[in-house]
């Protein structure tokens, strides 16, 4: 028998930036987050046995597109040139929840990497923004699932 895995509703998805919901996003993918490095290094011996290093980069490249009327383009622009205006260094947290599957990014630390090709036409356009974050914390789903049976368990939750 088939098993329903649920419902996924992309207007549930929470994307925030400096703990303000992004508005504007361009059709398709909304946000990508990708760890900047694999995060373990694996070495294997002449006669096959394996070890491997734990590699500490907890960096990630965050990207997401919005269209260009979005008001978030002005915002991150500001965030851009921050540094260069304010002489200080321009810091902002990110996160991302989806209550769908109860996965959550957050990032405290991110700052505007790569600015988007910009360009005008005929029609609505897109900007494509790429952060750096530094410490991001991912909770997927399936940890969340098993800490919520263990804290209900416990009378915690």
Not at 74 to 102: E, H, K, M, Q, W
């Amino acid at each position: 028998m088939a098993e329903f895995l649920g419902t996924y509703d992309p207007e549930k998805v929470q994307i925030q930036l400096n703990f303000e919901n992004v508005t504007g996003f361009a059709q398709g993918s909304m946000v990508t987050v990708t760890r900047n490095e694999d995060r373990t290094t694996e070495h294997v011996g002449t006669k096959g046995e394996v070890s491997r290093a734990i590699n500490r980069n907890n960096t990630y490249t965050i990207k997401f597109t919005l269209q260009q009327t979005s008001r978030f383009n002005a915002v991150l622009n500001a965030l851009s040139n921050g540094d260069d205006l304010l002489g200080v260094p321009t810091i902002i947290p990110l996160r991302v929840f989806d209550p769908n599957s109860y996965e959550q990014v957050f990032a405290a630390t991110c700052w505007v990497k790569t600015e988007p090709e910009r360009d005008w036409s005929n029609e609505v356009g897109t900007r494509e923004w790429t952060l750096f974050a530094v410490s991001v914390g991912v909770t997927p789903n399936e940890v969340t699932s098993l800490l919520g049976a263990a804290g209900n368990a416990a009378g915690i939750l």
